[in-house]
């Protein structure tokens, strides 16, 4: 089984990534919104870019590739 399988292969990693980019999406924008310094707010963004890349992941894995088609009948 390919490592990518064993990360990405669960649908709870496609809720992850969504729950994450969620996070770091309001997060930044309230933290704007607030006054945040700089760190804070860098922060929120790299949550949120790390979520973007557990989605992004699991549909890249959980696409079907060309080796794994059916033949046409």
Do not use: C, Q
């Amino acid at each position: 089984m390919p490592v990518a399988h064993v990360l990405f292969g669960n649908h709870r990693t496609l809720i992850m990534g969504i729950l994450g980019t969620m996070a770091g999406v309001v997060g930044s924008v309230g933290g704007i919104s607030a006054g945040a310094g700089v760190l804070e707010i860098l922060g929120f963004i790299g949550i949120g870019l790390l979520g973007l890349a557990l989605a992004v992941g699991y549909v890249v894995v959980a696409s079907p590739s060309k080796g794994r088609r059916s033949p046409r009948r």
